[in-house]
């Protein structure tokens, strides 16, 4: 009777939103790269919100919940729907810009993995820009150019479609969850 209890606890927890699904969690985003369904970057959007700290207002990352990070030290693994500029652009401030490539194939080999095969516009999308995207363009591409630094700071980024958030395209999320339980991850089975 506790057992069934706690479960329909959880159950209304998740339902809420006031709790992430297994292989999800909530995580600092500032910034969308948003993409057309051909897979071309049209823009990058801030996606920090305004909050008062003390006497002064100050911008933070927002907090979206996408797919549970990856454990990693200084191994390449890439968060999927979402990483830092290395990972989904391929550039970063860090000097290593053959790192920076490795992050980003390792990124496209994630996606990949994960969408090859999903009947989804957002995820023809993202595998189109993973196939597109050329790292050592992206310093001068107009949608970047203005903002080069901020993006490449070490932020994370997300992706966007046409507006849409893909972490809320069911066909998406089913995939990440036949990745995951297909033991794609390093996650820890439960019960």
Same mark, same amino acid.
């Given at each position: ?82 990483? *830092?500029?290395?990972?989904? &652009? ?6 290593? !810009? /053959? %790192?920076?490539? #490795?992050?980003? =194939? ?15 516009? *957002?995820?023809?999308?993202? &595998? ?6 050329? !790292? /050592? %363009?992206?310093? #001068?591409?107009? =949608? ?29 999320? /089913? ?17």
């Amino acid at each position: 009777m506790i057992l069934q209890a706690l479960t329909r606890y959880y159950e209304d927890l998740l339902s809420r939103g006031e709790i992430a699904a297994p292989g999800w969690a909530p995580v600092k985003i500032s910034f969308a790269l948003c993409l057309n369904e051909n897979g071309e970057l049209t823009q990058i959007v801030p996606t920090m919100d305004e909050v008062s700290k003390g006497k002064k207002t100050v911008f933070q990352p927002q907090l979206i919940t996408l797919p549970a990070a990856v454990k990693r030290t200084v191994s390449i693994a890439s968060n999927f729907l979402w990483d *830092n500029s290395a990972y989904l &652009l391929g550039i970063d401030q860090k000097g290593k !810009p /053959e %790192r920076s490539r #490795e992050c980003f =194939a390792a990124a496209a080999k994630l996606h990949h993995a994960v969408l090859d095969g999903i009947d989804s516009p *957002n995820a023809r999308a993202i &595998l189109a820009f993973f196939d597109t995207w050329e !790292p /050592e %363009r992206a310093a #001068e591409h107009p =949608a970047l150019i203005r903002q080069l630094d901020d993006v490449t700071a070490g932020g994370n980024l997300v992706f966007r479609v046409d507006g849409r958030k893909v972490e809320e395209d069911a066909a998406i999320r /089913e995939a990440w969850q036949r990745y995951r339980e297909s033991g794609g991850t390093d996650a820890v089975r439960m019960q």
